[in-house]
């Protein structure tokens, strides 16, 4: 059974930064897609950035240049490096994987982001 793993989250002051990484476990073999979503409270869950095994990424207009999103594909790991954070960003951050078979959709079980002063 697959599993996703976050890590990094917490409290930081806004214009801080924090960097979440996600690590795979499991029978994997291999993820063609993976990513971050994230869901403030009363919101929907709302797509960050995800990133291709070749390397190209799609990420969100509300964070593009604050965000970075990288990825070790022999590691099978994904993270997310989060600069200038603001208050709007505090939400629960999603790792995720889309693999075999039959292009499943994984998800981890969520960290804490909040940013405040």
């Known amino acids: 059974q697959v599993q996703l793993v976050e890590s990094g989250g917490g409290l930081v002051q806004p214009g801080g930064s924090l960097r979440l990484s996600c690590a795979a476990s499991?029978?994997?073999?291999?993820?063609?897609?993976m990513g971050w979503y994230r869901q403030a409270p009363g919101k929907k869950r709302e797509l960050v950035a995800t990133?291709?095994?070749?390397?190209?990424?799609n990420v969100a207009d509300s964070v593009k240049g604050r965000f970075t999103i990288s990825r070790d594909n022999a590691k099978n790991t994904v993270a997310l490096q989060m600069n200038s954070l603001k208050p709007e960003d505090t939400a629960v951050y999603y790792c995720?994987?889309?693999?075999?078979?039959?292009?499943?959709?994984?998800w981890g079980q969520g960290t804490q982001v909040t940013v405040s002063s």
């Open positions: 499991g029978r994997i073999f291999g993820f063609a897609v």
């Open positions: 990133i291709i095994t070749g390397g190209i990424t």
């Open positions: 995720y994987g889309r693999g075999p078979p039959f292009s499943t959709d994984y």
